[in-house]
């Protein structure tokens, strides 16, 4: 059964700092792995997306990386900002189509002016 | 602006009644997906359907139901015999798997309080 860990449940830093989040699965037969953000209180917001054939996928000063073999993703956020204060949460597919996501409990990052 | 709306946003109900959760979707998707956030945990899948006229259980589908008469609606009811029910639930929509996967798209969410 696919286990998903983000490590740590919670971070925070101050203003301008560059940060690694952190995903690890247990199953390294995915098809792919998601990254999503969620504000208190709303529903999940799609950052990345990175197929299992894909090492990474940038979005601005995002960046994600996959490494299957090893079972574990990092979320980059470059230059942090108040306004990246969220719970950043990764999924992992291990079948074809999104039905078979396992969710990871999420990071609740805090960013400090 | 293309997406999924959920209503309502806050709902209370009394032990014992059945409700339903609205999920409406403008985004074309043929795949629409119910979650369950509690805190603490991640998010569990409660039901999928991938086409109208057809869904299939998730994870904890027990005490739940749902219909998709219409590729727009996926309604969720709650019934009396989920044990419990109080939580946040999410609806989410995707263009079907088949595709190596595609990024899910989520309503804002409704929060259920049963008393």
């Known amino acids: 059964k696919q286990e998903v860990t983000q490590i740590p449940a919670a971070l925070s830093v101050p203003e301008g700092e560059n940060l690694v989040l952190n995903c690890s699965f247990t199953?390294?037969?995915?098809?792919?792995l998601q990254w999503f953000r969620q504000d208190p209180g709303k529903g999940l917001t799609s950052l990345l997306l990175?197929?299992?054939?894909?090492r990474e996928q940038t979005s601005g000063r995002l960046n994600a990386s996959l490494d299957k073999s090893s079972g574990r993703s990092t979320l980059y956020i470059a230059a942090s900002q108040p306004g990246d204060s969220a719970t950043y949460l990764c999924?992992?597919?291990?079948?074809?189509?999104?039905?078979?996501?396992?969710f990871g409990k999420g990071t609740k990052l805090t960013v400090n002016p | 602006d293309g997406g999924i709306t959920q209503s309502p946003k806050y709902l209370f109900r009394k032990e014992g009644q059945n409700v339903t959760l609205s999920c409406e979707q403008n985004?074309?998707?043929?795949?629409m997906y119910w979650y369950r956030q509690d805190p603490g945990q991640g998010l569990r899948l409660i039901y999928y359907?991938?086409?109208?006229?057809?869904?299939q259980k998730g994870d904890i589908a027990e005490g739940y139901s749902v219909s998709r008469e219409k590729k727009e609606s996926f309604p969720l009811t709650v019934t009396s015999a989920q044990k419990n029910p109080t939580a946040f639930y999410l609806c989410?929509?995707?263009?079907?798997?088949?595709?190596?996967?595609?990024?899910?798209?989520f309503g804002n969410g409704t929060r259920l309080t049963v008393t």
């Open positions: 989410a929509s995707s263009i079907p798997g088949g595709q190596a996967g595609s990024p899910l798209h």
């Open positions: 199953d390294s037969a995915i098809y792919n």
């Open positions: 990175i197929q299992s054939s894909q």
């Open positions: 999924a992992v597919c291990t079948q074809g189509g999104s039905e078979k996501l396992v």
């Open positions: 985004l074309n998707h043929d795949a």
């Open positions: 359907s991938q086409i109208v006229n057809d869904f």
